[in-house]
């Protein structure tokens, strides 16, 4: 496997068990934190073999290590200290119990630990650069043994815990009995045999049993408790997250009992936070483990058998009670206690170059967006009248400065039609004390009814006014704003709505690819927020001075019917909230402005909404006159769901650029074809960049990721179904990278039977595809005919197809950039070929040339121009390749320039016109992206079906 490179900060980790199969510890504690920062982009993980990496045979370059709890121990631990020294790694020690002091010992060795385990817990503690630890009690216990120990409290993955039910146990009149859960592992033998004098005999006041159901906590059964099994397979704590969902229906509420013991002074809350977001109330010890969470919602009982006696059974009759305290818990789990942009623990384990370095997600965006350069050079205060269709607009003029408050609508009845483009930057107005007071000034100098607002910072192009004006024409709206991306295409900003009376307004689709767009021109929305709006004057007494961007356009829209044009995109890479901003909502009534609702405009794009998550309904009783708009707008994520009977959703995921640069990359059209064969097959497909594969806002939707992997890395979607389709470059994929994906697909048979032995994932054969709907068999076109043709860069080299074609004397006509340095110039026909103009180059030239990279050549992978070129009628020569029978002779190979110069001039063996046409026709059956679309939609079904 080639050593790891990447420009990204680079992370091992050691944890106890195997992908897939590690136990809860390292899950919360470690590998769902890796999971989310890789899906986040902002590092990229290895999961380490200790015994590889002591030795020296693993070459990665680790800007940290991690190693948590006992997982190495005796000469390993020391391997692996002295090459994290020798490496200059960063090294992490990963402890959420108390190892060390000697109670704690006592009850480990107990649950058959034994002395070298806990020592080496010691001797890592005093070896690591820093200690991470959950809770502070613990910390206090592990600083004696370490250099630098770091609080970071445990949170929940929201890829796999979502939103718990809206409400939480109902009235259980209907039932014979109340169970209660208490979840644990093999140490909480001794917490739960607390229980037993409480829950021995339970009856609530109406004499109905209140039965303990115990999951984990390994022992003998006791007939004053049931144990619930859990199932073979579900033992991976995502598996076993989800089977508790699965069940959360059967229990009333949780409990969590801790013996009043020094092991246990240093516990988290872990069971609080996933009792909560079951959607349950929790009863639990008076503890410094839970000491908080009675805030929260939590009961928290002294350590007497009858005051948990009469706190369960007063519990048990009150489910009104239940549902409170478990809403509220539930509440402020998803806003305080889940994983997020994992800032802090970034800075904690990263080195600080490192750590800067992830949080910069990539640093070329301005280099790939000139234009936004050229707005922050450009003079600030300015409006540019544009003319109506058809005719020129004028030139951009200055406007008149004035600060001060203005009132457009006693004069707007006389402006003529027309809209004038008013660009706010305040840095050019001083007198302005504000952005809304800045645009007010601009404002003043409009002399046509509509003008469209931007700030400086957004990129829209002169025909977006015109677009937007249609649109507010047709709907007779007083503010119209755009679509909003951000640089690699995500949404920004498609409109926004009011969650609840008071609430600041949450942003719908945000994080979204364009593709989740609902059907149709415009979407009706609550209230605006985007730097980006058309405003008609007519209807608008201008903005309340005083406000940021935002704040001010969703304080004019508000209440006003505003529309998004959803045909019409602009690129605003700085849009957000502003830092300094208060709430626009203080005092502020929103509880008329509920509609439409945020399920009703999401259920447009086919999904429904299962709840909010963060802080976007702030507590009406104690904090809405203090809310604050940057930290709810932030904080508030819908949690979204295909609405019932939708098909699967696929991302089809590749290495290429976002935007121009993307299509100049032939994975991108292998991705888009590929998308329009699953969408005609009725499946509902996003297609995602190596900038857009990280939608933490929305990748969770995904039921399958397909990864067409060619030069770079994308990693897994941990909340799909991954699959892996290898259609180049197979040497820079390694064994680790293929054990990431659940099913595996290579373009080169040979290759991909060499790795099936290597690894325990399935590797498949698939070759590449063509796109019959683009090439196909046709009339030649005379302006691109050729004798021989080549489409292709010259990837810097020689390439040898092409010189061996001159050395025979071909008539050669090529297309592609870099040749000048390679062939005389007056042969490049043009330095780039429309890819809708291919097919037809291809089928009126005599002799098509293709080659393989050499990697390629040998490990069976053949070129996507092979299937292309036959699919529209070509002949085409190649390098020598396993595999070519396909193509019904076709395509020939040679293997010197004399086998060369006969296949070109020599029409012997070719087959004729009728015969092209039939092998034409059948390429295009069997190796459309159609039938690789079936083969796809088919493994993802049979795997399901037999999970």
């Excluded at 509440?331 to 997020?340: H, K, N, P, W």
């Excluded at 005379?782 to 197809?801: C, D, H, M, Q, W």
């Excluded at 110069?901 to 069997?926: M, T």
Aim: proline share 6%; charged share 25%; aromatic share 6%.
């Amino acid at each position: 496997m080639s050593p790891h490179t990447t420009t990204r900060p680079h992370i091992g980790y050691i944890v106890h068990g195997a992908p897939g199969a590690h136990p809860g510890s390292a899950e919360v504690r470690v590998v769902r934190r890796i999971a989310r920062g890789q899906a986040l982009g902002l590092f990229t993980a290895t999961f380490m073999d200790p015994v590889r990496y002591a030795i020296g045979d693993d070459l990665n370059h680790y800007d940290s290590v991690i190693v948590q709890r006992d997982v190495v121990t005796g000469e390993l631990l020391e391997g692996v200290v002295a090459r994290a020294r020798q490496r200059g790694a960063r090294l992490v020690f990963e402890v959420d119990d108390d190892f060390v002091t000697d109670e704690a010992r006592k009850r480990l060795l107990a649950a058959e630990y034994d002395e070298a385990r806990l020592d080496a817990v010691r001797r890592m503690a005093g070896e690591a650069d820093v200690v991470i630890v959950s809770t502070e009690r613990l910390a206090e216990t592990m600083r004696p043994f370490a250099r630098s120990t770091v609080v970071v409290p445990n949170e929940l993955d929201p890829a796999i815990w979502p939103s718990p039910p809206s409400t939480a146990a109902g009235s259980r009149d209907d039932i014979d009995e109340t169970r209660v859960v208490y979840v644990g592992s093999a140490t909480h033998a001794l917490d739960l045999a607390l229980l037993r004098p409480v829950f021995d005999g339970l009856t609530d006041s109406h004499g109905r049993p209140i039965v303990l159901e115990v999951v984990g906590v390994t022992g003998a059964d006791e007939p004053w408790f049931t144990r619930l099994e859990i199932p073979a397979g579900s033992h991976p704590y995502p598996s076993f997250v989800a089977w508790l969902h699965s069940h959360r229906s059967r229990w009333a509420f949780g409990v969590a009992p801790l013996a009043d013991v020094e092991f246990n002074a240093s516990k988290s809350d872990l069971k609080f936070l996933e009792y909560s977001m079951l959607g349950l109330a929790t009863i639990a010890s008076e503890s410094a483990a839970y000491g908080a969470a009675r805030e929260h919602g939590a009961l928290v009982v002294p350590q007497d058998a009858a005051a948990w006696r009469a706190t369960i059974v007063a519990l048990a009759d009150d489910p009104g009670e239940v549902r409170r305290r478990a809403e509220i818990a539930a509440s402020f789990v998803q806003s305080d206690r889940m994983l997020g942009d994992l800032e802090f623990w970034r800075s904690v384990v990263l080195p600080p170059r490192a750590a800067r370095l992830s949080r910069v997600r990539d640093a070329a965006a301005l280099a790939r967006h000139p234009s936004r350069l050229i707005a922050r050079l450009r003079p600030g205060g300015t409006v540019a009248p544009t003319a109506p269709t058809g005719a020129t607009p004028s030139s951009e003029v200055v406007a008149p400065v004035s600060a001060a408050p203005i009132e457009f609508t006693d004069r707007a009845r006389d402006r003529p039609g027309g809209v004038t483009r008013v660009v706010v930057d305040t840095a050019r107005v001083p007198e302005a004390d504000s952005w809304t007071s800045a645009a007010n000034a601009l404002l003043d100098g409009v002399a046509t009814r509509y003008a469209v607002v931007l700030d400086a910072d957004v990129e829209a192009q002169a025909p977006v006014d015109e677009a937007l004006l249609r649109v507010a024409e047709e709907t007779g709206a007083a503010f119209v704003q755009p679509v909003v991306t951000d640089g690699s295409g995500l949404i920004v900003d498609a409109g926004s709505v009011f969650v609840s009376r008071g609430a600041p307004p949450l942003r719908v689709l945000a994080e979204h690819p364009l593709s989740d767009l609902p059907p149709g021109d415009r979407l009706d929305v609550g209230v605006l927020t985007s730097r980006c709006v058309l405003v008609d004057l007519h209807d608008f007494g201008g903005f309340d001075p005083g406000y940021s961007a935002e704040e001010g356009i969703a304080r004019a829209t508000a209440a006003r019917s505003p529309v998004v044009a959803l045909k019409v995109v602009v690129t605003d890479e700085a849009s957000r909230v502003p830092t300094a901003a208060r709430s626009a909502w203080r005092g502020h009534t929103t509880g008329a402005l509920n509609s439409p609702g945020l399920a009703s405009v999401v259920a447009l794009s086919g999904l429904r909404l299962e709840g909010v998550q963060g802080s976007a309904v702030p507590d009406l009783r104690e904090r809405i006159m203090g809310n604050d708009f940057l930290a709810a707008t932030r904080s508030a994520k819908p949690f979204l769901a295909p609405l019932a009977g939708a098909p699967l959703r696929w991302s089809i995921r590749s290495g290429a650029p976002s935007g121009e640069a993307g299509r100049v990359w032939g994975d991108t059209y292998f991705a888009e074809d590929l998308a329009a064969a699953l969408r005609a097959r009725g499946q509902r497909v996003v297609v995602d960049t190596r900038d857009t594969a990280h939608r933490a806002g929305s990748d969770y939707l995904d039921d399958v990721t397909v990864t067409l992997r060619g030069l770079h890395i994308v990693p897994p979607n941990p909340a799909a179904f991954n699959i892996l389709w290898v259609i180049s470059h197979p040497e820079l994929v390694g064994v680790d990278e293929l054990e990431s994906y659940d099913l595996v697909y290579a373009a080169g048979p040979a290759w991909g039977r060499r790795m099936a032995g290597q690894v325990s994932v399935p590797v498949l054969p698939l070759l590449q595809a063509t796109s019959p709907e683009r090439f196909h068999p046709g009339p030649r076109d005379a302006s691109l005919a050729s004798e021989v043709l080549f489409v292709g860069k010259t990837r810097n080299v020689y390439r040898p197809i092409v010189r061996d074609a001159l050395a025979v004397g071909a008539k050669l006509a090529v297309y592609g950039d870099g040749w000048e340095q390679f062939i005389d110039p007056s042969l490049v026909r043009s330095q780039f070929l429309a890819n809708d103009d291919v097919s037809a180059a291809y089928r009126s030239a005599r002799i098509v040339l293709n080659d393989h990279w050499a990697d390629m050549r040998g490990e069976g992978f053949l070129a996507n121009r092979l299937f292309d070129a036959v699919a529209s009628g070509a002949r085409v020569v190649t390098d020598e390749i396993e595999g070519l029978e396909i193509f019904g002779g076709a395509v020939r190979p040679y293997s010197g320039q004399a086998e060369l110069a006969r296949l070109l001039h020599d029409d012997d063996g070719w087959p004729d016109d009728d015969a092209i046409a039939v092998i034409a026709r059948r390429v295009a059956a069997e190796h459309s992206f159609g039938a690789r679309a079936d083969e796809l939609i088919s493994a993802v079904r049979e795997r399901s079906e037999s999970a």
